[in-house]
């Protein structure tokens, strides 16, 4: 079955230092891949998505994400973080079956 | 403004005592879908719906209802409400499916006793 595995559970990074979160999915065939955030009280929003094509993919607010087919990973960037990143981040994949299956999340705590 | 409204925000109630949350979009989505939101479990999918009348479920459906009778509306019904149903659940929408972007609502936290 369809998998989104999300390791760390929370990251904490210095406001202005560089930021990855990992994301490994477990899918048969080229995998629709997504990265949701949450801020504290809302929703999720769309950051970026990967169909096909060019495996490095611009988001809003300042996110990259990039696909790597060997190492089944779809690991999300951002150079320079701010306190307003603060949040938590989920990966998610689209099934066979056109479901989507959300990772378990990570916590994003940015220190002054 | 383009908007997924989730009513009621918060809700404490009793075992058994049927309940509905309400979801509206003014975007006129095709795709809607609920989700429940629990510690330590990320985001798991309850019932979707690509279309008027057509629903199917996610990967939790049990203990849970949908209808949709209108293109805009997709409430969430609860007929007998339990404690492991207590939960942060959110409502999304998308212009034809999941593999689009999905537009979230506020959340619903509901917590049954």
């Known amino acids: 079955a369809q998998s989104v595995t999300q390791p760390d559970i929370h990251i904490t990074v210095s406001e202005g230092a560089s930021l990855e979160l990992r994301c490994n999915y477990s899918?048969?065939?080229?995998?629709?891949l997504f990265w949701y955030v949450q801020s504290p009280g809302q929703g999720l929003q769309l950051l970026l998505k990967?169909?096909?094509?060019?495996?490095l993919v611009q988001g809003i607010k300042g996110f990259e994400a990039e696909f790597k087919r060997s190492q089944s990973s779809f690991n999300l960037r951002k150079p320079s973080v701010h306190w307003s990143d603060a949040a938590e981040y989920f990966c998610?994949?689209?099934?066979?079956?056109?479901?989507?299956?959300f990772g378990k999340g990570t916590r994003l705590h940015i220190l002054p | 403004e383009a908007q997924v409204t989730q009513n009621p925000r918060y809700l404490i109630t009793v075992t058994g005592k049927k309940l509905t949350v309400t979801c509206s979009q003014n975007?006129?989505?095709?795709?809607m879908s609920w989700y429940r939101q629990d510690p330590g479990l990320g985001l798991r999918q309850i019932y979707y719906?690509?279309?008027?009348?057509?629903?199917d479920k996610g990967d939790v459906p049990e203990g849970y209802k949908v209808s949709r009778k209108e293109k805009r509306n997709f409430p969430l019904i609860l007929e007998s409400p339990s404690p492991n149903q207590t939960s942060l659940y959110f409502c999304?929408?998308?212009?034809?499916?999941?593999?689009?972007?999905?537009?979230f609502g506020d959340g619903t936290r509901l917590s049954i006793l």
């Open positions: 998610a994949v689209l099934n066979r079956d056109d479901k989507i299956i």
């Open positions: 899918y048969g065939a080229t995998p629709y």
């Open positions: 999304a929408s998308s212009l034809a499916g999941s593999w689009q972007p999905q537009h």
């Open positions: 990967y169909f096909s094509g060019d495996t």
């Open positions: 975007m006129n989505h095709e795709y």
């Open positions: 719906s690509m279309n008027v009348e057509v629903t």
